[in-house]
């Protein structure tokens, strides 16, 4: 359960109120972070970091003291900040012999196949270079009405550990980890240490939102770890002001709250399963049964299609699964609940005669 030895990738997610100290941020702090990265780099661990803190940079930076919360001045802060951020981790790594690296992302650069790719090449060569590549969203462009958002860096930590194969995912906070009860409420709350199922009284008594620059809390920790550990990472949870915390968790010691995973997915299954799906075919009894048996869709268990997709979109089947679909809805719908023997004369000699294959079909649960 604790032991990773073979963990060779390794994501570490920095809250923005663990990095923080009487408001503004802490190097000593982020000093500690990076002697411990050196160390795993040693080891020959890879490592990359999910970091928070630009926007409560920038806010210092600009005298804004009040939370922050329409848009406009929280890009401004975030343009501010960012630089500011990163010359903490230059500057932090320089002292251990590393060099680190930016890398900005909104959430439509991993829900599209390509430009997902383009970004796992770019993370495998900064780390077969022995960079430190530091990931942050690009609050600056990214909103949540144009569908650019990850919503929090919880979540943005979760996507990149899964769809990075990352062994396990470390998530700093400034909380020991999960309780059972609320501990600023209880003072006979416990620590649980292992959670092997996310359940809804977990999600129930997780709580709301973080403070002031923080857009995450509990609830979007354990949502974090629901997306990880469904894709197969193993997560720790644990108060990033522990000393040698990182050291500790990598030796197995039995700090914070470690999520156990689900299941096992491949790379490409790892994207899928968290990816936005661009709509949904509505599929019969017979055929959600044969995906569930590992064989292929066929247009004729389709009921029905809504949604405006392409060959190659990631799209839901009913509730159950999300696939990449071999036709766009357009098509789909002139074949829906045809023989597969009738693709051809209805779309052309060059159609595909299965809707989706098993390798490209992923269940949200089992």
Not at 142 to 162: C, P, Q, R, V, Y
Not at 217 to 236: D, L, N, P, Q, W
Not at 298 to 323: E, H, R, T, W, Y
């Amino acid at each position: 359960m604790r032991n990773f030895t073979n963990s060779k990738r390794i994501a570490i997610k920095i809250g923005t109120n663990t990095l923080s100290k009487d408001g503004k941020v802490d190097s000593l702090f982020i000093r500690s972070v990076a002697e411990q990265v050196a160390e795993l780099i040693k080891g020959g661990r890879e490592v990359v970091i999910i970091t928070s803190g630009a926007i409560g940079m920038g806010a210092g930076q600009l005298k804004i003291s009040s939370y922050v919360t329409d848009i406009k001045t929280r890009q401004a802060c975030a343009a501010v900040g960012q630089p500011l951020l990163m010359t903490e981790y230059r500057k932090a790594f320089d002292k251990f012999g590393l060099t680190c690296g930016q890398v900005l992302l909104t959430a439509e650069v991993l829900h599209n196949r390509k430009t997902y790719l383009n970004l796992k090449n770019a993370v495998e060569t900064l780390l077969k270079l022995d960079v430190v590549p530091i990931l942050n969203e690009n609050d600056c462009v990214a909103t949540d009405e144009i569908g650019t958002a990850f919503g929090d860096n919880d979540k943005l930590s979760a996507l990149i550990a899964s769809k990075l194969d990352a062994d396990v995912l470390i998530m700093l906070s400034d909380i020991d980890g999960l309780y059972d009860k609320k501990p600023n409420k209880r003072n006979d709350a416990k620590l649980i240490k292992a959670v092997y199922e996310i359940t809804s009284d977990i999600l129930k008594n997780a709580g709301s939102k973080g403070s002031k620059f923080a857009t995450g809390g509990m609830k979007t920790k354990i949502e974090a770890a629901k997306i990880a550990s469904s894709a197969g990472c193993r997560i720790v949870l644990a108060n990033g002001r522990d000393k040698n915390v990182i050291a500790k968790i990598i030796a197995g010691e039995d700090v914070g709250t470690v999520f156990m995973p689900k299941r096992k997915l491949s790379n490409r299954l790892r994207w899928l399963l968290n990816s936005a799906a661009k709509g949904t075919i509505t599929i019969d009894d017979g055929a959600a049964e044969a995906i569930i048996k590992k064989k292929s869709l066929l247009p004729k268990g389709i009921k029905s299609v809504s949604g405006n997709f392409i060959a190659g979109d990631v799209v839901m089947l009913n509730d159950i699964a999300k696939a990449i679909t071999n036709f766009g809805n357009d098509d789909l719908k002139k074949i829906a609940g045809k023989h597969s023997s009738e693709i051809k004369n209805i779309l052309g000699e060059d159609k595909k005669d299965v809707v989706a294959t098993p390798e490209n079909i992923v269940f949200l649960d089992y």
